[in-house]
């Protein structure tokens, strides 16, 4: 793990006015421990937030998916995951064996000219897919009805887990009449106009369903994350300490998973120690004064936070960098993201080889040495600085549930991707958490098992369990669920 003083060998040569640009880059970027509980503390309050009657920024979605997987759920399940670039149907098989599944899958592309389209040619395209895939794999023979669950990673309001009303749409997505909409309904109109042997069971966020398939095969899984694009986590909560749920009377020790949502923490700015970079990135943003959280630890941000660093110390006319060098490719917003920051981290040659040819590739950019350290510990800080912040939301999960020791699930590019990251958010939690020098690390981030395929399927085999259980709290439309074939 890397986050080596500037003093250090390689530094021996950066001329003194990058040294101090480099110093005071560390400044803003370094996060210490009492700045992490500072954060962390602050996250815990703000989740107890979102969980009232008022609400909160962190919107702390209520999924009525209640209670993990025992590891014996059996039976045959559909899934759907609609993403930006591809739709994925899966059918998902729990075996009699605990904790094993077997998936079939096929990927088709999500046409660009749908994003923008009418509401009816999307969720016909859907059901075309899905009829594709039952066709293909069953051809001729009689399936009943298969349980479906269905991914559907847009902020969505959930009364019940067989509905959503979509609230924006995201991931390049716009398309009329279906914002402030339940999404059900026009989905289920195009499925039965091609009478297909569905039933949909579930509508789920990808966040829940990394929780859920990461619990069926680990059942010291009690967090699910996502570090990507975007940042989220998902837990499971007792009914007794959502108030926003009181109106139910429902049993308080019944489990129920809550999405955090929690991208949006601190958007009013109290706690998080933003750089003027991130002030820059918040007010040019789609959206300002909104996911204050994601915009500091996303993969979609932290490429962009490097340029704008380095933008800025081209124009500060005390430092001297890339002189005499054409700076128009790095003056383009977005050009970077966290895979070019990887690259740089990964780039294992003491000369900085690799760091050298990427900047002339990408950028049309020539570094010397000393310019290339100055991007290697750039680098290095807002990689470690994401990591640091993200740890502090599974923290504030650990310690609002008193979690003393559990596994985590985490997937997402940054998390499967990036150098570090993972070392970098365990050494953040022992230090938000003041574990003693020397033990294993009590709380474990791990790779997360698929959550938008297989966690889809288990919670249509939950759903369709607590129908049969009579337990119909926040089931839409039940009928028909028993006769599904399982």
Not at 269 to 292: K, N
Not at 369 to 387: D, V
């Amino acid at each position: 793990m890397s986050d080596r003083a500037t003093t250090s060998g390689s530094m021996a040569d950066v001329p003194k006015d990058l040294l101090e640009q480099i110093k005071e880059l560390e400044r803003l970027f370094i996060i210490d421990q009492s700045k992490l509980k500072e954060v962390t503390n602050h996250f815990v309050k703000e989740l107890e937030k979102g969980l009232s009657v008022e609400g909160g920024t962190i919107p702390m979605n209520v999924t009525w998916v209640m209670g993990f997987p025992t590891g014996n759920e059996t039976g045959t399940f559909l899934a759907l995951d609609m993403g930006g670039t591809n739709l994925r149907v899966c059918e998902v098989i729990l075996p009699e064996e605990k904790g094993e599944f077997d998936i079939i899958q096929s990927k088709y592309r999500m046409p660009e000219e749908l994003k923008t389209g009418r509401s009816d040619e999307l969720w016909e395209y859907v059901a075309d897919c899905l009829q594709q895939f039952i066709e293909y794999h069953h051809e001729g023979e009689d399936l009943g009805k298969l349980p479906l669950g269905f991914t559907f990673s847009y902020p969505a309001t959930q009364d019940y887990v067989d509905h959503g009303v979509l609230q924006r749409w995201t991931k390049g997505f716009d398309i009329e009449g279906v914002e402030g909409k339940d999404v059900v309904p026009m989905f289920e109109e195009a499925l039965s106009k091609r009478d297909l042997p569905v039933k949909l069971a579930a509508l789920i966020n990808d966040t829940t369903g990394t929780l859920i398939a990461s619990a069926y095969t680990d059942d010291t899984m009690k967090i699910g994350c996502i570090f990507g694009t975007g940042c989220n986590a998902a837990y499971m909560e007792n009914c007794g300490s959502v108030p926003k749920l009181a109106h139910y009377n429902l049993p308080p020790d019944m489990p129920i998973a809550i999405n955090c949502e929690y991208g949006a923490f601190d958007n009013e700015h109290v706690v998080l120690p933003l750089t003027p970079y991130d002030v820059i990135i918040d007010r040019d943003s789609p959206r300002p004064g909104q996911q204050a959280f994601e915009k500091m630890v996303a993969g979609l941000y932290l490429g962009e936070l490097f340029r704008l660093v380095l933008v800025d110390l081209h124009e500060n006319k005390n430092v001297t960098i890339f002189q005499n060098q054409d700076i128009s490719k790095l003056k383009k917003a977005y050009t970077l993201d966290s895979s070019f920051l990887s690259l740089i981290e990964e780039d294992p040659f003491e000369n900085l080889s690799e760091t050298h040819d990427l900047m002339q590739k990408k950028l049309g950019i020539t570094a010397n040495k000393p310019e290339l350290e100055l991007c290697r510990r750039l680098a290095e800080l807002i990689g470690t600085r994401a990591a640091r912040l993200s740890a502090c939301g599974v923290a504030a999960i650990c310690k609002k549930k008193n979690i003393g020791s559990c596994h985590v699930g985490a997937d997402g590019s940054v998390f499967n991707k990036y150098p570090h990251f993972k070392a970098r958010g365990a050494v953040a939690l022992r230090e938000i958490l003041d574990w003693p020098k020397g033990k294993r690390d009590p709380v474990d981030i791990r790779a997360a098992e698929d959550g938008s395929g297989v966690g889809a399927a288990l919670i249509a085999a939950l759903t369709i369990k607590r129908v049969k259980e009579g337990n119909l709290v926040g089931i839409k439309n039940h009928e028909g669920m028993t006769e599904c074939k399982m």
